[in-house]
């Protein structure tokens, strides 16, 4: 096969329901979708049935929610779907199960917090248990695979946020930044003599016709 000149990257849908109270949850906490991430995972397989969009095959991480949202897609869309140990999402150590609110109150949570969310800067003394080069040594791996062609022309990669918005990174994608997505988002990212260039990053399912990613918040 010959190699991928486009790549597509989805975030896993909702795990918590209206009434539920929102935490971090990363590789240690295995949450199932609920609903609207079912419904999330649907309107993603309508989106990418076109014929410049529809994955040649898909590449996801081991957790339920992420599996879920693959399942879906690969029944719909009618390929294979794949594990890769490398799309596992971050261990967010001591911030996980906590509220966003809850990391704010922790000694230099709120400062922490911040830069992670809009510089991808790992805290300090949070604990977490993956490393930054760790991450994007195991993404660079999944990279590596999918593009020596063995899951068609245009992969689908499912992931977290925390993993997903390192690939334009390790890719040398040009189109701006920082490269944050929702839950059940779509991004994709082109190649072509120059080298790859972000299409369109962190687009809901709904947005018929994205614009080309001109950077700014996720």
């Known amino acids: 096969m010959s190699a991928p000149t486009t790549l597509l990257?989805?975030?896993?849908?909702?795990?918590?329901?209206?009434?539920?109270?929102?935490?971090?949850?990363g590789r240690g906490t295995d949450l199932p979708l609920v609903q609207r991430g079912y419904e999330q995972a649907?309107?993603?397989?309508?989106?990418?049935?076109?014929?410049?969009?529809?994955?040649s095959g898909i590449v996801c991480g081991r957790l339920q929610r992420v599996r879920a949202f693959a399942d879906i897609l690969g029944a719909r869309l009618g390929v294979a779907v794949r594990f890769d140990p490398g799309l596992d999402e971050i261990d967010y150590g001591?911030?996980?199960?906590?509220?966003?609110?809850?990391?704010?109150?922790?000694?230099g949570g709120a400062a922490a917090m911040e830069e992670w969310r809009h510089h991808d800067r790992w805290p300090e003394n949070a604990g977490w248990g993956s490393s930054r080069d760790d991450v994007l040594?195991?993404?660079?791996?999944?990279?590596?695979g999918v593009l020596?062609?063995?899951?068609?022309?245009?992969?689908?990669?499912?992931?977290?946020?925390?993993v997903l918005r390192f690939a334009p990174l390790i890719l040398a994608a040009t189109g701006g930044g920082p490269y944050q997505m929702a839950?059940?988002?779509?991004?994709a990212v082109d190649r072509d003599a120059r080298g790859w260039t972000v299409?369109?990053?962190?687009?809901?399912?709904?947005?018929?016709?994205?614009?080309?990613h001109k950077g700014g918040a996720g």
């Open 9 to 25: 990257f989805a975030r896993h849908g909702n795990t918590f329901a209206p009434g539920d109270k929102v935490v971090w949850v």
């Open 42 to 55: 649907e309107a993603a397989a309508r989106f990418l049935a076109g014929p410049d969009l529809a994955p």
């Open 94 to 107: 001591a911030w996980e199960g906590l509220s966003s609110d809850e990391i704010r109150a922790l000694p």
């Open 137 to 144: 040594a195991a993404l660079k791996g999944v990279l590596d």
């Open 148 to 162: 020596t062609g063995g899951d068609g022309a245009r992969p689908l990669l499912i992931s977290s946020n925390g």
């Open 183 to 187: 839950t059940g988002t779509l991004s």
């Open 199 to 212: 299409r369109f990053w962190g687009v809901a399912p709904d947005e018929k016709s994205p614009a080309p």
